[in-house]
């Protein structure tokens, strides 16, 4: 089992930035790939970024790139999500996700934290 616990949501204004943290605990030894999922009010849950554990390069989805960074802390089991130049439409509950080793889809997530972002 794995626990993830996210923070550092808010209000800010569009053009501002906020960085999120994911906090992992349990079995956070067997790690393949970490990741954000953000879901908007009415909206299906999207893919926003992930990162390979272990080290490489990050994916991003298209709407976010240039705009948002990934990033862990391997000593301190925890994700980043660092979001500059945000929009009204990157509005949403963000979650993170964890992806055990010989696991093709995400098996465990976190509860979310809002991030709200005004024009």
């Known amino acids: 089992q794995v626990q993830l616990v996210e923070s550092g949501g808010g209000l800010v204004q569009a053009g501002g930035s906020l960085r999120l943290s994911c906090a992992a605990s349990g079995r956070t030894f067997s790690t393949k790939f970490m990741a954000w999922f953000r879901q908007a009010p009415g909206k299906e849950r999207e893919f926003v970024a992930q990162v390979l554990w272990s080290g490489g390069d990050p994916y991003y989805a298209g709407s976010v790139k240039g705009r948002f960074t990934i990033s862990r802390d391997y000593a301190r089991n925890t994700l980043y999500l660092q979001m500059n130049n945000l929009k009204p439409e990157d509005t949403a509950v963000y979650v993170c996700?964890?992806?055990?080793?010989?696991?093709?889809?995400?098996?465990?997530w976190g509860q979310g934290t809002q991030v709200t972002v005004s024009s």
């Open positions: 996700a964890h992806m055990p080793p010989l696991k093709t889809t995400y098996e465990y």
